[in-house]
């Protein structure tokens, strides 16, 4: 556990952890919570709550990269003021917002939402010299876990105690909150040792083969992991066991985490490619253990161990590969992946889910990922007809 311990010693590093931390939890929240909004304030249905929650997604992944350039270019505390402010405004009037109003302006908010993962990557590459990167990047992704599990649980307690409306509100004021601290802490993008000067290198000098399939994959491991949350909901509906899906994904998140901290631990890890293979291949068999619900949560710990350093592998992969004038938008085009991946993921493993079962859901989860995977490797080792991706 040195290289933890050098990594949290460094200046700066905990505050930043920390921070990202923070930052992230109303962005975890924001999903169910506008859904509990759409639902019983507004009285639409689940349909209509995906239609904004869709629409909230695309503009973010569309808008990461955009956003990653002008952090290039202008730095991050303009940035970080103009997405702030959009957000703050997004969310403390989406309760008073019509339903047709609200889906009008999920899109623009989407698209400038305060880009923490991309910012939390950034940093950490700035502060942490290159042999304690994995580390870092590992923390990183332990505390995406982190915010995952307590975020979510904050939006529902919050909106069922009091209001989604109230919920929505918090949320605003979180980003409110969360945009002044790192507006004012500031925190560097680069490396001291990193002179960047010179304009902008275009686009096809550095996003090729290599960069290219770090993101396809990054894109298949989102697609496995939402797949494998819809499917593991599923399959304790299906039991009657839909009250435990709290405490199942508490331990997914827990086998996450662990997986995390021996991946940034250890001299040498699994590359990229590896990790998202085992994390795609081990989900296929969780469906035959649909009930009861702790034999679920114990079948998916194998192929959760490989999620946060999949997560971390393909962070890492992407910093190196771009260079560091253009890392914003890299890590914005990352960024922009994993919600393709997250966005393509639902409606197709829930079309499995339609029209066989849960257990037939974790299997399209596992393959839909690996057909990513695949694409990914053959883009990585040059084959002729991957080639017009790199275009």
């Known amino acids: 556990m040195q290289s933890y311990r050098r990594v949290l010693g460094l200046p700066r590093v905990p505050a930043t952890l920390l921070l990202m931390l923070l930052t992230r939890l109303p962005m975890t929240a924001m999903g169910i919570t506008l859904t509990l909004h759409v639902v019983t304030d507004l009285g639409r249905g689940y349909g209509a709550a995906g239609l904004v929650g869709t629409a909230t997604t695309l503009g ?85 876990e982190a915010s995952f599990m307590v975020g979510p649980a904050a939006g529902i307690a919050v909106a069922t105690q009091l209001s989604a409306s109230a919920a929505l509100t918090g949320i605003g004021l979180c980003f409110a909150l969360t945009t002044v601290v790192l507006w004012w802490t500031n925190p560097p993008i680069r490396h001291e040792d990193e002179v960047v000067t010179g304009s902008r290198p275009p686009l096809r000098t550095w996003l090729g083969r290599g960069l290219s399939s770090t993101l396809l994959i990054g894109t298949g491991a989102l697609f496995c992991l939402v797949g494998t949350e819809l499917a593991t909901l599923a399959a304790l509906r299906e039991s009657g066991e839909i009250g435990w899906t709290g405490l199942v994904i508490v331990v997914m998140c827990l086998a996450s985490v662990v997986g995390g901290i021996v991946h940034g631990a250890v001299r040498r890890s699994l590359p990229q490619p590896v990790l998202m293979v085992l994390l795609c291949v081990l989900v296929v068999p969780a469906g035959l253990f649909g009930q009861p619900w702790w034999l679920l949560a114990l079948a998916l710990v194998p192929t959760n161990l490989a999620c946060a350093p999949t997560l971390t592998a393909t962070a890492e992969e992407a910093t190196a590969l771009a260079p560091a004038r253009v890392r914003g938008e890299a890590m914005g085009l990352l960024d922009s992946a994993t919600r393709l991946g997250m966005a393509v993921g639902s409606p197709v493993v829930g079309f499995a889910i339609d029209h066989s079962s849960a257990t037939l859901g974790f299997v399209a989860a596992g393959l839909g990922g690996l057909v990513f995977a695949a694409a990914g490797l053959a883009l990585r080792v040059g084959v002729s007809w991957a080639r017009p991706v790199n275009a």
């Open 60 to 144: 973010s992944a569309l808008g990461a990269p955009l956003v990653g350039r002008m952090i290039d270019r202008h730095g991050l505390r303009p940035v970080v003021a103009v997405c702030g402010v959009a957000s703050t405004a997004y969310w403390t009037s989406a309760p008073h917002l019509p339903y047709p109003a609200l889906v009008a302006v999920a899109l623009p908010a989407g698209m400038l939402v305060v880009p923490a993962s991309s910012i939390s990557r950034q940093v950490l590459t700035a502060l942490v010299p290159p042999a304690l990167r994995r580390s870092a990047y590992s923390l990183d992704s332990i505390s995406l």
